[in-house]
């Protein structure tokens, strides 16, 4: 069921006097790679390196003279306040776009710098929003919605005019971002309308699933919480005017990991020297998701690159587990023998095979536990290989390659088990990512409960991340709970985690 009315709103947006018709590029290492014909739409290569100048422009080009003399205002923590920012600017109109604090720096600066006033209010977008709502009323300014807005997803659906029109053979499937759903309405529209047998698939991450969770109940909801590594899709409620396109038009909604996007971060970097962000890669993502699944050969397959905004402090983040994600690399916890020539002989054991990661220190009893990362060609028929081998020859192992504890936590810690001490749980937590957070959170959780381990690593994210071991005597335990509950941070006990045992338990 196409919108008619909307199609021709596509076609009559008006978008190109602030885009440019990207190109669509034929990406012949990832093609051969996969065995399928693979091309990117290069929306990163907008003047604002994302695709949100086309329905911010739109939006704002229909506003009445009456609107504009009033102004306009946003709230987005990055692409889409950049995109009315510019929007603004090139129609000579006050721009007030409402920001998280936690807003990296550098877009703060990139909206400043095209003429809008930026606001910095809450931690989340959801706390931005609800002012940006309060500035709207007080001040009679004119809201320029992310994606819930008609104008705003025609502008958006030109991605779609242009695909088609630079590509006439036969398109097996276009993949799309998904975040509030504006992107994948407008574009779906118009694919669906002119092509109807090419499959609109988009593509979310497993920890914010919003258009998949919709779908799969036949109605909007609201997730409790969503991750927030593709910041460019933390959406934690669809659009209910996406919604109603997406449930009629869009084929399948896949989930990827942060692994995956951090995989694909890479072959796009590979293939086309651009650093796209991790929003911005989840259509390859799902593409190569798509094909592994599907065992498909011999299609042709459109990925469209929707942003590259990526902080340069999160580029160590996406390096770490790149490779996790294109499984190539194994990680495992290995017990050897205390004594003299074991670590020898184990070292000879691995033999020529390329170890990311070798963590080991003396404990001074009868077995030692090391951490070892592998290189391999592909982790799914290589992991068991290495394990029976392991464990054949004497030295028992344990696969960690997907516990979160090592990945974020525990390769980057050095040190040991304390015998004496007593009482000791494990959490992972997060908190907001802003100056003086990590004080504050000490502070709060180190006046009345004595921290035994602690291990923090900012990766340029929006959220800080710890992992902390804190001694809560047996009878405390109830008024620890109650403590979590009042601080109001994410967090997980950890436990019960067998890396925590093996190593620091």
Known sequence: MVNKELVSKIEAATVYDVA????????????????????????????VYSFKLRGAYNKIAHLSES????????????????????A????????????PCTTPSIKV??????????????DTYDEAYAYSQVLTEKRGLAYVHPYDDEDVIAGQGTVALEILDQLTDDINAIFVPIGGGGLIAGMASYVKHYRPDVKMIGVEPQDAPTMHSALQVGKRV??????????????????????????????????????????????????????????????????????THEKLKGKLLVAVNSGANINFDRLRHVAERAELG????????????????????????????GVTEFNYRYSGTNEAQVFLGVNVEDADAEKNQILKKLETSGYPALDISDNEVAILHLRHM??????????????????PERPGALLNFLEMIGQEWNISLFHYRNHGAAYGRVLAGIQVPAENRQGFDRFLAELGYRCWEETGNPVYKLFLG
């Open 20 to 47: 440019i018709k990207s190109a669509l590029d034929f990406a012949p290492t990832l093609s051969q790679r996969f065995s399928n014909r693979i091309y990117l739409k290069r929306e990163d290569q907008q003047c």
């Open 67 to 86: 609107e504009r003399n009033r102004g306009v205002v946003a709230a987005s923590a990055g692409n889409h306040a950049q995109g009315v920012a510019l």
């Open 88 to 99: 603004a600017r090139k129609l000579g109109i006050q721009a007030t776009i409402v920001m």
């Open 109 to 122: 600066q990139a909206v400043v710098s095209m003429g809008a006033n930026a606001i910095l209010h809450g």
């Open 222 to 291: 609201q997730l409790d919480d969503v991750g927030i590594f593709a910041d460019g899709v933390a959406v934690r409620c669809i659009g209910e005017k996406t919604f109603n396109i997406a449930k009629h038009l869009v084929d399948e909604v896949l989930l990827v990991s942060t692994d995956e996007i951090c995989a694909a971060i890479k072959d796009l970097f590979d293939e086309t020297r651009a650093l796209l962000e991790p929003a911005g890669a989840l259509a390859l993502a799902g593409i190569k998701q798509y094909i």
């Open 326 to 353: 294109e499984r190539r690399e194994c990680l495992f916890a290995v017990t050897i023998p205390e004594r003299p020539g074991s670590f020898l002989s184990f070292c000879r054991l691995l033999g020529a095979r």
């Open 414 to 431: 050095v040190g040991g088990r304390c015998p004496a001490l007593e009482d000791e749980i494990l959490f992972r937590f997060e908190f």
